[in-house]
């Protein structure tokens, strides 16, 4: 029975959880797998009732869960001063050691690319898998903050690139042919870029010779991801800072950061390194957004990237490949435009008027329609 532990973290994090988990049932009725669900807190919520971001207890409580699904942590009221909300969910990401986050980027509905910033000719078919180094570099490390200086080592060893770097290539390997790996560094200023870049074409050349591998610089590659971003179709691999950035741009390209989720594994999809009780990869899943505290308490939150987060818990932690497909091919149907025969349901941030629950309705009206219950 898979075990799941929810944090739904603050501000919106709470509302689009709330909403993608109204799908479980839906799935329990078609495949009778049962779902076991446990909630705590993490971030300021935690903050508040604890007085630190995220409780030892909480921290066991997510290695021994086959999943964990979290919605976003922050927000003005708390501040940056450590700890802060945030650092709840990097303590979790090291303690489960999640080192590789999948940040997928395509248009979850073929009538969304009109509405991205870029022009269609430019973006339409864009489909990439970003994939961030989550446990290391300039966001772990001994940090020194005093009054007038601070400090974050930006370091990487050969075990942090080669286990992160296996999975780009074990992904690459699952279609045929295999897909192009672009790795993003800063061979030209960084030490840490250096080692990354001379180490990942390693692995590839031992590992994966026949996936072509390329490198690319991270600043010239966000600007080409912007005039050129199909030419990067396949997956992008990169480190734990220059993935932050590449994939809130990746929202830009898709109109809304509302849209994207992602998936955090200890280890490749489908192997043996970090599988769970159920025979899947132990994760995290969230959105690539944040808490939107602008928009929070007022339903007007897009569930999608949540939404899609939760299916990508049911393919990678679970197994469940159908599933997943049907919980996607739901929101494509609920965002398509009537004339392709969709449902034209959208959030404000979509430029509809729909809110949160609305969405959210349409979504599991379709999932049930289509696992015909
Ligand atoms: P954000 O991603 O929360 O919001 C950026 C913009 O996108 C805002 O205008 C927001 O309204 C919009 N937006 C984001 N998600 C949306 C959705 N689902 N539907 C509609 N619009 C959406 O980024 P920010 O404002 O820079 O950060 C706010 C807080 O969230 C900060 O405290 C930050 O540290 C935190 N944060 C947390 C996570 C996480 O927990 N995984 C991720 C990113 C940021
Ligand atoms: C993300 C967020 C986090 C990060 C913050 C909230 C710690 O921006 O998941 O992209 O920087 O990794
Ligand atoms: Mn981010």
């Known amino acids: 029975m898979p075990h799941i532990l929810v944090l739904p973290g603050d501000h919106i994090g709470p509302e689009v959880v709330h909403e993608a988990l109204k799908l479980l049932p839906l799935i329990t009725a078609s495949t009778g797998v049962e779902f076991t669900l446990d909630h705590d807190l993490c971030g300021g919520a935690s903050l508040d009732a604890h007085n630190d971001s995220v409780t030892e207890a909480v921290l066991k409580k997510c290695t021994e869960a086959d999943a964990v ?11 940056t001063r450590q700890p802060n909300p945030e650092s709840g969910l990097l303590r979790i990401r090291a303690m489960m050691e999640i080192f590789a986050n999948l940040r997928p980027c395509y248009f979850a509905s073929e009538a969304l690319v009109g509405r991205s910033p870029i022009k269609e000719e430019i973006v339409r078919g ?15 490390g001994k940090k ?12 990487y060893s050969r075990k942090e690139i080669e286990r992160v770097a296996r999975v780009a290539g074990a992904l690459a390997m699952q279609t045929s042919p295999p897909t192009q790996v672009t790795s993003a560094d800063k061979a030209n200023v960084l030490a840490s870029s250096r ?8 692995v590839f050349e031992r590992e994966f010779p026949e996936v072509k591998l390329q490198h690319q610089l991270a600043d010239s590659l966000a600007m080409m991801m912007i005039t050129q971003p199909t030419r990067w179709n396949g997956i992008i691999l990169t480190d734990n800072t220059f993935g932050d950035i590449l994939s809130d741009e990746a929202g830009g390209l898709t109109g809304s950061l509302g849209l994207l989720p992602s998936a955090s594994l200890a280890g ?5 390194l970090g599988q769970n009780s159920v025979g899947g990869a132990r994760g995290l899943y969230e959105p690539v957004h944040g808490s939107a505290p602008d928009i929070s308490g007022k339903g007007l939150a897009n569930p999608v990237a949540q939404v899609l987060s939760l299916a990508m818990m049911l393919r990678y932690s679970f197994n469940m490949h159908k ?38 309705e349409a979504i599991q009206s379709e999932v049930k329609r289509m696992l015909a219950l």
Not at 126 to 140: K, Q, S
């Open 323 to 360: 599933e997943a497909e049907i919980v996607e091919k739901a929101v494509a149907k609920v965002l398509d435009t009537k004339e392709a025969g969709g449902l034209e349901i959208r959030t404000g941030d979509l430029g509809g008027k729909a809110g949160t629950k609305e969405m959210s």
């Open 144 to 155: 020194i903050e005093q009054e007038d200086y601070g400090c974050d080592p930006w370091e």
């Open 126 to 140: 864009v489909d990439f898998m970003l994939i961030r180094e989550n446990c290391g570099g300039a966001y772990f």
């Open 268 to 272: 490749p999809p489908g192997g043996k």
């Open 195 to 202: 080692v990354w870049r001379r180490i990942v074409t390693e």
């Open 69 to 79: 699904f979290f919605g976003s942590a922050g927000g003005p009221e708390w501040g």
